[in-house]
């Protein structure tokens, strides 16, 4: 079973960059696509970005491109999200999620995904 913990999140001031990782265990990454999710209070979770298993990105927040970005570390087993330039607006829950498919795709919908993470807390604060 294919467990995910997510790491790195902080208090940080409007400008400041985090990075995020998701590290797994009781299975290898690389069959998996990843996504990031993140939700704001009072808000519903929407995905940010995600990676396919091919190693392509997609961004689904229009506000996040170009300035958060998410690679994939197959031999650690692990996926990062670079958050630079960072706004108030991006305070929230950050979560990792993974699901398989025999196409190497990715999807910005909560419901495709099997395995999440416990979240990070990401505030954007001065």
């Known amino acids: 079973q294919l467990q995910l913990v997510e790491s790195g999140g902080g208090l940080v001031q409007p400008g400041g960059s985090l990075r995020l990782s998701c590290t797994a265990s009781?299975?290898?990454?690389?069959?998996?696509?990843i996504g990031w999710f993140r939700q704001a209070p009072g808000k519903e979770r929407e995905g940010v970005s995600c990676?396919?298993?091919?190693?392509?990105?997609?961004d689904y927040v229009e506000s996040v491109k170009g300035r958060f970005t998410i690679t994939r570390d197959n031999a650690k087993n692990a996926v990062y999200i670079q958050m630079n330039m960072l706004k108030p607006e991006d305070t929230a829950i950050y979560y990792c999620a993974a699901f398989q498919s025999s196409y190497s795709i990715c999807s910005p919908y909560t419901y495709k995904y099997s395995y999440w993470g416990q979240g990070t807390q990401v505030t954007v604060s001065s």
């Open positions: 009781g299975d290898a990454l690389d069959s998996y696509a």
């Open positions: 990676i396919r298993k091919s190693g392509i990105t997609q």
